[in-house]
């Protein structure tokens, strides 16, 4: 079953129709681009205004692990920390999700519990994706049944590449097809680009719209394992994606960078760029998140030298 | 019985035709000895106005052929000449009192600097145009071009290797000009004019205007469709140049300024009679994927 | 909820601003003999100093010490060591760059975020690039042996008041000139420092010469027989009159003037860095920029959707203290320039246009004005013919290249000009069209010491910035 808008239909009909929409799409000119991007990290939050951005920054993140020597008790470790991030505050909120395997997705829900933090699974032979449809496709049911509620898939960057845009698109909707569960909570479906494979902006805004035409809830940037992930200016094209899809189609959808973002400062640049070029409307968990391991501890510090009025260290986060 | 010779009637150049002045009116040319040679149309205010209109509107497709093509024009205007050369040094001699050989010197050296402007079209731009390594990712690069409609006051005294020297200049890099000749040696400059018709220069590209620069100068200085505009001819007269210019500041016109005395033509022009008309454009634009 | 900026103030206590300011003549602050002038800030009509006004006899004297000085020691002096002077001033620049920016943003009302990031680094870059030719004159094509011209009359306005004096100072100086400049009268007080930067580097006295006042002061300098060159950057109208002023004398001229330049967006622009380069055209520094793309030309098949993006963009500039790092839009520089912004926005009412302007709340003092945009405007409209030199827009609309080029030419001035399309041989035929000298292709608004800066028609004549800005000040 397709979800892409009435409006689109047209346009997701066919591979040269997708093409034609895709290739006439406005270009996006790299050096304004960067420079916009520049330009809105000069922004100076401070005071109440950096308050509200550490506690906005902590509720967004996924909290992530994606490592082959994860285990059930370094996820658990992972999931009781996104649940209280600050043990010595109860003030601190949670984060949105933990992002892990699918195998570890049971472990995850378990100790998540009813706490509202989400279990988020990379799925779809992550990270490269170089795995026959049948195969991304079980992934992806293995951990829509493990209990996942966000399934991070990636895009085949290889077939974008060759301008196979209904391939890419087809695979988009099958997988969100499998995100679908009996009892109707189905699983949100984030897609990632990996920007740094696809490497021009034009071909970002490309991949956000051919995704969002193909049923996201969530476009993401990078696996955080190609450099470069994240970066300020990938997430301008995307935001600005998801802010002309709504403007055509009615639909939000939600943007995920992930990786790279280690610092307090670096998350709130990018809420900044949320804020003034998406829109407030987007500064909810629900509408924009960061992929990240190491940002939490640094906007919790961030968070204690608010509150205290002196600099924290390392030794008085925990390392989970 | 000796036959009688055919005289020519010595007319305006505007827009690529001989038109009479609107004016009607005449004025006579002595030679160097004071006998009378010849009735020289006295060109008006109207007139300047005609001339003008004609160089805008040739000013476009001049200023975008190609400088291949102005530098094969200028040269063909230099072979017309050359081939015409006996008539020159007749004409040289006449109103400027030389003798056969150093008018044909004068010729020779009117000639010669027309293919020394001519090879000039095509690598001014290189000469005087600049790549600039600004400090971003932008490329960026200067390049002259021809400043529009440019007036000349064309010398007194060097009624032909001085013509050709503030004339050449000019439209060699693509502006169009309004030519006011030497009052008192005019005919040289309608000889010009012929070549001029014969040699491949789009009409309205050259126009050359006979009479008195005190008349019409003031006229064209003060015209806002006229660019720039090149005082050499009324080299020594301060006051007169001094109120050009400050009629030229109306549309901010730019000025070549009269010299104290004519300047010696013999001597290498260097590049300022060019560039003294050229305007540089400077584009950017962003280097990215 | 929204996320609100809380205010982010640039301390004011790095800058020591006196209660008054003489001259700088001959390497010292001097009495002036005419009538002192109070300068304001414009965000909030404050007094910030008293600044001594230069009467005739004044410029004369600082003329003559200016010929002093170019006759017994700058003209003498080998070019590396003018160089080395030259890169001294860039190097305090760059220390006291805070504080030049804060002062500035204080005594203009431009934003912290522009004179710290733009106006002052850009300073310090042309005083670098030009300190690097005064050694190097006889390779600038300008034959072997190329000469300084003299004493030169330098008259700046007040929008950008320091980048301005440094694009007239820096190849002045660097050619072997002595300077005689008079800043503008509502912004004299970053030249006053720059003074002090003088002092500190050094400078032989005489070589720098600062006369304050308006323009009385201003045509006394330009209009002194012992001026050698005179370099104006202004209104188009007084650089008429300096035209005239200059009639039948040796001085040479370089005059950079208005501008009325079309921004020409083609329906495949990129089309947010578009709406970035609009914006950036017209709303930088309040609209008050000579190469301000103040004609937005749209082609007709956009122009619609152009509008909503660029509006929901203005909605986001943020307007306010000059010295909170997350203004965008500051103070128009004066009562004088608000009263003409407003008498021109209110023709254009007249004239039939449609005003949009971004709602926002404005000080109570000082002098503001909204970010501004009128639709259907046709050419004929005085808002699509002349300079407003503030934050306000005039759109509209073309359906063919030859249309846009038309409609872009068809105005007396000449200096800059603006293309947005993602093909290639389009923006090469534009820019080769335009009748203007600087084409900014898929950009504007961007400035560099090595790039020429300069006007075709009645924007003025000659070229400052780059190599070709050294021709100003040599024979």
Redesign the interface.
Known sequence: MSSTPTILEDVTGSEASLRRFLHGLPGVDQVGAEARAAGLATRSIKTSAKEFALDLAIRMVDLTTLEGQDTPGKVRALSAKAIRPDPADPTCPSTAAVCVYPDMVAVAKETLGTSGVHVAAVATAFPSGRAALDIKLADVRDAVEAGADEIDMVIDRGAFLAGRYQHVFDEIVAVRDACRRQDGEDAHLKVIFETGELQTYDNVRRASWLAMMAGAHFIKTSTGKVQPAATLPVTLVMLQAVRDYRAMTGQMVGVKPAGGIRTAKDAIKYLVMVNEVAGDDWLDPDWFRFGASTLLNDLLMQRTKMKTGRYSGPDYFTLD | MSRIDVRKTYKLYIGGAFPRSESSYTYEVLDSKGKFVANAALASRKDARDAVGAARKAFGGWSSRTAYNRAQIIYRIAEVMEDRRPQFVQAVSQSEGLSAAKAGGVVDEAIDRLVWYAGWADKITQVVGNANPVAGPFFNLSTPEPTGVVAVLAPQDSSLLGLVSVVAPVIVTGNTTVVVSSYERPLPAVTFAEVLATSDVPGGVVNILTGSAATVGPWLAAHMDVNAIDLTGIAGDAGLAADLEVAAADNLKRVRRAPAAEPDWLLDPGLEPMTAFLETKTVWHPIGV | ????????LESRAIVDIKPSYGLFVDGQFVEGHGTPFKTISPATEEVLAEVAEADEADIDAAVKVARRAYDRVWSRMPGRERAKYLYRIARIIQERSRELAVLESLDNGKPI?ESR?VDVPTVA?HFFYYAGWADKLEYA?RGDDPQPLGVAAQVIPWNFPLLMLAWKVAPALACGNTVVLKPAETTPLTALLFAEICQQADLPPGVVNIVTGAGATGQALVGHPGVDKVAFTGS?EV???I??S???THKRVT?E?GGKAANIVFD??????AV??IVDGIFFNQGHVCCAGSRLLVQESIVDDLLERLKSRMS?LRMGDPLD??TDIGAINSGEQLKRIRELSEVGDAEGAERWEVACDLPTKGFWFPPTLFTGVSQAHRIAREEIFGPVLSVLTFRTPAEALEKANNT?YGLSAGVWT?KGSL?LKM?SSLR????????FN?F?P?????G???S??G?EG???GLEAYLK
């Open positions: 909820m929204p996320f609100e900026y809380a205010p982010a975020k990031d870059a094509g188009t650089g008429k009159a035209a005239r200059v009639a039948g005059l003037l495949d622009a990129p089309i947010d860095q970035e380069g986001t790092k997350n007396p993602d923006i820019a203007a000298g600087v084409v900014w292709a898929n950009t961007k560099d090595t790039s020429p800066f300069g075709y028609k009645e003025g004549y070229r780059g190599r070709h």
